[in-house]
């Protein structure tokens, strides 16, 4: 059987489908956290209860009614930490932002398995967060379709015999649009997602194509190969996720539905392949392939720009696009204006090395104010 099952961002999507995985193979959840005491949350806490409960920023009633769970309850911003180093636990970080990257790194501290969805984690705190898992002696599996399909074509493999790893994008519900068609595209257009279901940051940085260039950052990070090693390519089914080309000329290719609850699974099951998702019918697959526009996308290549500077300059770009997506949301950004507020703001915060959390948590904060400034100043 399975460690027990802590879920960070037990509310959110990634949460609600690690829980679903829970109850499908009957796993133990030892603890359940979100940052607010939502009716949702209180409806998992008495689906498991067994888990111990975090809220992180409780508001109005939500201490008081929480406070009913007793003992199984943590008030406050260090629940999700404290929650994560519960020894000889699995943890699935699910927690949407920088916030999720203090859990992530408590995960490995304490030698637990950390199946990481917060990829700002890594964007954000890439060397802190290596240097934990190495001290910590944990493990770090990826829950990203497309870095678990990499994890998956490496098993078995050299890293040494890899000539580049392909990560694939959909291309988001813009795909094909020209530059001038962007300018006036509203935010619920940016957050019907063609094929996946998702949260509303990481699906307007997939219509941006922010996302494909954080997602190289965390292939960086996760496989130890160089960035011009890493190539991204448009493909809308989104059934392949992920390739990887070896020395011998040799491809391999992780398939499979857009279904984010196969790719949680492994992480959780690792190595197992339990029984799991609906049997799948290739003979329906069309696959088709294509190169990004980065003219009509500069986000992409602005974020890789990042990940190529490195040091505190991811941090700086993944705070930015933080609240850059958030101002677009609320009207208060054009779409166009997003990538315009992350180059500015990479250059305008000076670059430093990061050796700690405190690093990350302070350069993250200055880039928010230089981004928030700027996004005043077009309004």
């Not at 607010?36 to 009633?61: H, K, N, Q, W």
């Not at 916030?99 to 964007?123: D, H, P, T, W």
């Not at 204006?337 to 700690?356: C, D, H, K, N, W």
Request: charged share 20%; proline share 6%.
């Amino acid at each position: 059987m399975t460690r027990p099952l802590v879920v960070l961002g037990a509310t959110g999507s990634i949460g609600r489908q690690a829980l679903d995985v829970a109850r499908r193979l009957d796993l133990p959840v030892a603890a359940i956290v979100s940052r607010r005491g939502s009716d949702a949350l209180a409806t998992i806490a008495d689906a498991f209860p067994e888990a111990s409960i975090g809220v992180a920023a409780p508001i109005g009633s939500e201490r008081e009614r929480f406070s009913a769970y007793g003992s199984r309850v943590r008030f406050g911003p260090d629940a999700a930490a404290e929650l994560a180093s519960t020894p000889g636990t699995i943890v699935v970080n699910g927690i949407v932002g920088a916030a999720g990257l203090r859990s992530s790194i408590a995960a490995l501290e304490a030698g637990n398995r950390l199946a990481l969805a917060n990829k700002e984690s890594l964007v954000a705190g890439g060397p802190v967060v290596l240097d934990a898992l190495r001290r910590g002696d944990g493990e770090l599996i990826p829950v990203d379709s497309e870095h678990s399909a990499v994890f998956q074509c490496l098993s078995g493999e050299e890293i040494g015999s890899v000539r580049r790893l392909i990560i694939t994008a959909s291309g988001g519900p813009f795909r094909g649009r020209s530059r001038d068609e962007l300018e006036n595209v509203s935010p619920a257009e940016a957050l019907r997602h063609p094929t996946w279901s998702m949260g509303s940051r990481i699906t307007i940085d997939s219509a941006t194509l922010a996302n494909k260039g954080f997602e190289v950052i965390e292939a960086h990070h996760l496989f130890g190969v160089a960035y011009p090693q890493i190539d991204v390519v448009v493909h809308p089914q989104s059934i392949v996720h992920s390739f990887v080309e070896f020395e011998d000329g040799s491809v391999k290719a992780q398939l499979g539905e857009p279904d984010m609850r196969i790719p949680i699974q492994y992480a959780i099951t690792y190595p197992q392949r339990l029984a799991g998702g609906s049997p799948v019918e290739p003979s329906s697959w069309t696959l088709t392939f294509e190169e990004p526009d980065r003219v009509a996308f500069p986000t992409l290549d602005i974020v890789i720009e990042a990940g190529v500077r490195g040091g505190s300059v991811p941090a700086v770009v993944n705070a930015a696009d933080e609240i850059a997506v958030a101002a677009f949301l609320t009207g208060r950004l054009g779409f166009l204006g997003i990538a315009s507020i992350l180059e500015q703001t990479m250059e305008r915060v000076p670059q430093v090395e990061l050796s700690a959390v405190e690093d990350v948590i302070q350069v993250d904060g200055e880039a928010r104010s230089v981004a928030n400034t700027l996004i005043g100043g077009a309004c």
